[in-house]
């Protein structure tokens, strides 16, 4: 056995059973847990357990094999999972995450940690058993699993479930009860008076089949009733819905975490490297199709262009599922946070609410990994420092509860991202103070309130003796950006004094294949993502600028330019009219002067090497069908050049200390 | 925080009044990018009241125009628990 491949597979392992604990715990909150999570949760243990014994990790065995008794009662219905149990869970997960992390790093484990909650496990189990939820203290209770696809005409019927359940449940204790939300059907054949509700019910009692199905016994001419014993703690099987409907978007729905945790049993797991290597070929295959319709072109045989495109269908189809293998929830990282807010309020004294809106839009998976710390440190920021203490709240005439609100979105070929809270807002008046003080804006320079906010995400800004609205929100901001960039993101901030900040994330989907409009610049050629394009006009080379920047009028909106020969450097061609692409990024617009439109062009991205990573007009670089290079542009600097060309112009000023991608690529 | 529509939502949520208001939600259903439903009035609701603020919600996910269900009241809070719905926010701790 290769120990280090084993070790690493524990380790993941480890993480994602860890992380499936808290999110079940967390869950009960909102709910009870079925049957099957109280499966889940005991098996968390319980494989650490095993795993741990593997590697001779003998502490963890030991405590794990504690947690796992408890959970075991816990599954078996004699010791209520309550919010005491519930909180010393967490604290047992906790544990277990932060021996792992020790152990793997050839750190002494922190046993002093884990003795109190050992003590309060054994405790537990010395405990004698409570009597069993199910009532029968002279035999052993039955268990039963009842899967209802009620008719669609049963609410127009005059039938209610929710008094059918009740019924039931004088008969039998409901363990458990899920909604099967696979039935629902679009926006177009909602009929509100129709039910297209399934239900999986766990229940458990001294009752026989016929009772129970006698329950159901006004509906059962028009619904669809299996019931079926459940043996020892065996999960139900989750072979299929319970609705008649079929099941085919079962996966598009928001399940409850049941259903979730189900669902995972169906899965495959595989390396992601592996899903990049493919991604990769994928990459190639894009390139090598285009060079095939190039070449059908040139040759003019109809045929071959047929056979050509023909492939380039496939391999567009090949491309979106192998990129659509990569895409995750962004809820993966979402799903931490209500602990977060959880702590932090408990910390800060603080009572705080969490709102979340989307979080089952999806984004490339190492988007995703990347994304977890910048929001992290949002969040806290926003806890930490914008949402007041209740009193202060009181006094404004808020409700005590702070509310912070994480949404995603997906927006023009980018997720949106945006985490807002209804605190005490910022004192762009002070920031701007503290700027003029340090030197960063001259005494008289005139900034706008963006440029001004921008600032709190300057290295250092926030390090030194701070104003009191502002301390600590500069706290890794810098890092939180850097972050972003990384990603090829922005960050933008929107404040309100006294109603709170908004912070606004715009990301790429994806990094690694993108539809790209191709152009070219004193014959060379360069690609602007097809996304951030509006439109492309023609103008007269007379009203084309001298200098690199200039602007125009366009339908009576001022339009800044930028000539990529001058902000290039590259050769001026005489010609009479000359192109301009419109692109957007945001809500900000730049013309890109050019010489030729070549059209659009699905492109692979590939990083550019070290040595160019500085210049922030160019994003990468990609192999065209024809095997040259083109050059990918940075929309969101070239537009950021454009306008702070167009501001100084304008007379207002850059801050110094924000360099502009100008000077940036001026200087490499 | 503009962006996000904050709609209060009746006293009665029941087969004879969700078609009403269903029609009347229908139409800014994707004028917003976030809607929030105020539930904080619901006294009255059955399955097919419970049923509606489960499909909004899953219409929502599904259009890019998230719906988000705020402040249930008890009524709420007792059917989605004996339906096994999702979609309700955590519960008040305070």
Redesign the interface.
């Given at each position: 056995m290769n120990l280090d491949l084993a070790l690493k597979a524990f380790l993941e392992e480890a993480d994602e059973l860890l992380e499936q604990m808290e999110s079940l715990l967390l869950g009960t909150?909102?709910?009870?847990l079925?049957g099957d999570d109280l499966n889940a949760l005991f098996r968390v243990m319980h494989t650490l357990k095993g795993s741990a014994g593997i590697f001779g990790f003998d502490y963890l065995v030991g405590f794990a094999h504690e947690a796992e008794s408890v959970l075991d009662r816990v599954r078996e219905g004699t010791q209520p999972l309550d919010a005491s149990l519930v909180a010393l869970l967490l604290a047992c997960h906790d544990h277990v995450k932060a021996c792992i992390a020790a152990w793997v790093s050839g750190q002494a484990i922190d046993e002093e940690e884990g003795r109190p909650l050992r003590q309060r496990l054994s405790f537990l189990l010395e405990t004698p058993e409570s009597a069993p939820v199910v009532d029968s203290a002279t035999e052993p209770a039955r268990r039963w699993r009842i899967q209802v696809g009620f008719g669609p005409d049963i609410?127009?019927d005059g039938m209610?479930?929710?008094e059918i359940?009740?019924y039931l449940g004088s008969l039998v204790s409901i363990e458990?009860?899920?909604?099967d939300?696979s039935g629902?059907p679009?926006?177009d054949s909602?009929d509100?008076?129709r039910?297209?509700?399934g239900?999986?019910?766990l229940v458990s009692g001294e009752v026989d089949e016929p009772t129970l199905s006698g329950a159901f016994g006004f509906v059962q001419d028009c619904s669809s009733v299996r019931i079926s014993p459940v043996t020892d703690s065996d999960a139900p099987p989750q072979d299929e819905p319970a609705g008649d409907d079929g099941g085919d978007d079962l996966a598009?729905?928001?399940?409850?975490i049941a259903a979730k945790v189900a669902q995972g049993h169906r899965m495959v797991k595989v390396e992601a490297s592996r899903i990049d290597q493919m991604i990769d070929l994928v990459g190639e295959l894009v390139i090598a199709s285009s060079a095939a319709s190039l070449l059908a072109q040139r040759h003019h045989d109809a045929e071959l262009g047929e056979t050509a495109s023909q492939i380039a269908v496939l391999v567009e189809a090949i491309r979106s599922r192998v990129l659509g293998m990569r895409m995750v929830e962004i809820g993966d990282i979402f799903g931490r946070f209500?602990r977060l807010v959880r702590d932090l309020s408990v910390e800060t004294g603080k009572?705080v609410?969490?709102?979340v809106?989307?979080s089952?839009?999806e984004l490339d998976k190492s988007m995703v990994d990347r994304l977890g710390e910048p929001l992290t440190h949002l969040l806290r920021n926003a806890i930490d420092h914008g949402i007041e203490a209740a009193e202060v709240r009181a006094a404004a005439g808020k409700p005590?509860?702070g509310t912070v609100?994480l949404?995603a979105?997906?927006e023009a070929g980018s997720i949106v991202i945006e985490l807002?809270d209804d605190g005490g807002g910022m004192d762009v008046g002070k920031i701007l103070a503290r700027a003029r003080e340090r030197g960063l804006i001259g005494a008289t320079e005139i900034v706008s309130e963006s440029d001004i906010l921008a600032l709190i995400f300057l290295p250092g800004f926030s390090t030194a003796t701070q104003v009191t609205a502002l301390s600590g929100r500069g706290v890794g901001m810098d890092a939180v950006r850097q972050a972003i960039d990384d990603l090829r993101g922005t960050i933008d901030m929107t404040t309100?004094p006294g109603?709170?900040s908004?912070f606004r994330l715009r990301l790429p989907l994806t990094l690694a294949i993108i539809d790209g409009f191709l152009v070219r610049v004193a014959g060379n050629a360069f690609v602007v993502p097809l996304d951030r394009v509006v439109e492309c006009l023609e103008i007269r080379a007379s009203d084309v600028p001298e200098e690199a920047f200039g602007y125009i009028e366009l339908r009576g909106r001022v339009l800044p330019l930028v000539v990529l020969s001058g902000f290039l450097g590259l050769e001026r061609r005489a010609v009479r009219r000359r192109n301009v692409v419109v692109v957007r990024f945001g809500e900000r617009q730049a013309g890109l002067v050019v010489d030729d439109l070549e059209g659009e062009c699905q492109i692979v991205v590939k990083p550019l090497g070290g040595l160019f990573r500085h210049l922030k007009a160019l994003s990468g670089s990609t192999i065209l069908g024809n095997g040259a290079v083109a050059l990918i542009l940075d929309v969101s600097a070239l537009i950021d050049a454009a306008t702070h060309d167009a501001a100084r112009r304008a007379g207002g000023s850059a801050i110094r200390g924000t360099a502009s991608p100008l000077q940036e690529q001026g200087g490499g | 925080?503009d962006t996000?529509q904050r709609t209060p939502l009746p006293a009665s949520l029941t087969?004879a009044s969700?078609?009403e208001a269903?029609e009347e939600l229908?139409a800014g259903?994707e004028q917003h990018?976030?809607i929030?439903l105020d539930l904080s009035v619901v006294e009255e609701i059955?399955?097919?009241g419970a049923?509606?603020l489960?499909?909004l919600?899953?219409?929502g996910?599904?259009?890019?125009?998230?719906v988000?269900l705020?402040a249930p009241s008890a009524p709420v809070r007792r059917?989605?628990?004996?339906?096994?719905?999702?979609?309700?926010?955590?519960?008040?701790?305070?």
């Open positions: 909150t909102q709910a009870a079925s609410l127009r209610e479930p929710t359940f009740a458990s009860i899920v909604a939300l629902l679009g926006r909602f509100p008076c039910c297209y509700l239900f999986d019910l598009a729905v928001p399940l409850p209500p009572p609410r969490l709102v809106h989307g089952e839009t005590l509860e609100t949404s979105r997906h807002t309100r109603a709170g908004s | 925080m996000t087969l969700v078609p269903h229908l259903l990018p976030f929030e059955d399955t097919a049923q509606w489960v499909w919600v899953w219409q996910g599904q259009n890019g125009h998230p988000a705020l059917i989605f628990a004996t339906l096994g719905l999702p979609g309700l926010p955590e519960e008040d701790r305070s």
